[in-house]
């Protein structure tokens, strides 16, 4: 059988570190030819290294229009066209001010909300125009989590996060039922905790690690790795999944259907 993802033109959003590299090397290694956007240069140096001279990279902040404009241009420019976005880039707040609603910061709400909600809109927005010029369809696959939708109030009490993540949901959900009609599909992939820069917050913490042991109990309860996700990120962002749109799939370690133990 042929890669994949043969000759698809997949521009990733946060596609250099974490969850976001792990799948460019899976794309790649399904044949698919990238523009992966970084946010700063050495994070974009170091997944130059792993993922060649092939690739397109670009530096640029997920939240402003420019910078998912600019991708989709170059997969259009090198590429011929554009088939699929994966938007990956995100982030906790909790630093600016994000936590319980009570102690919310006004800069905690802008910044998280900006990151997790309008950066998913603007490169959506860019990808589907590029889509309707082309007239055949596309993918658009965005990273939810599952704070979104399976709150865990004893460890991960970041209010506008899943606010943001929660929205995210609606937002595509909106978007595959208008364009469905054209043949442009909208999924959402809710990942659960997963080693990350994001999490080392949480991976550092030996109560978060016991709590994990029973809320995300499958392959022996642990924190997730970033290629835990490739699989179904392949599915969704080529062919295997022409017949699916709306939906949300959680790769959780049974995060979602698991109580967890808390104290």
Not at 150 to 164: I, K, L
Not at 167 to 178: E, K, N
Not at 206 to 217: A, G, N, R
């Amino acid at each position: 059988m042929p890669p994949k993802l043969l000759d698809k033109s997949i521009v990733i959003v946060g596609g250099t570190s974490g969850m976001g590299l792990s799948a460019a090397l899976a794309c790649k290694e399904a044949g698919a030819r990238l523009v992966v956007v970084g946010r700063d240069a050495e994070s974009t140096a170091i997944a130059r290294q792993r993922l060649g001279d092939s690739v397109r990279f670009l530096i640029g902040d997920a939240v402003q229009a420019e910078t998912a404009e600019r991708a989709v241009a170059e997969a259009v420019k090198y590429f011929g066209r554009l088939d699929a976005l994966y938007h990956v880039a995100g982030g906790s707040g909790r630093r600016f001010g994000d936590g319980p609603l009570h102690d919310v910061t006004d800069e905690g709400v802008d910044w998280t909300l900006a990151v997790n909600l309008k950066s998913v809109i603007l490169s959506n927005r860019a990808a589907v125009r590029q889509f309707r010029v082309q007239g055949d369809g596309g993918a658009i696959l965005n990273m939810g989590s599952v704070l979104g939708s399976r709150p865990s109030p004893q460890y991960f009490s970041t209010h506008v996060y899943a606010a943001a993540k929660s929205a995210l949901v609606g937002f595509t959900r909106s978007c595959a039922a208008y364009y469905a009609k054209e043949n442009i599909r909208f999924n959402v992939i809710a990942a659960s905790l997963v080693e990350t820069p994001m999490s080392q917050r949480a991976s550092g913490d030996e109560t978060i690690i016991k709590f994990m042991s029973t809320k995300q109990p499958l392959d022996g309860g642990r924190i997730g790795r970033p290629d835990d996700l490739d699989e179904a990120v392949l599915l969704l962002l080529g062919d295997g999944s022409k017949f699916i749109t709306g939906q949300v799939l959680a790769v959780d370690g049974g995060w979602s259907v698991s109580e967890g133990q808390v104290p």
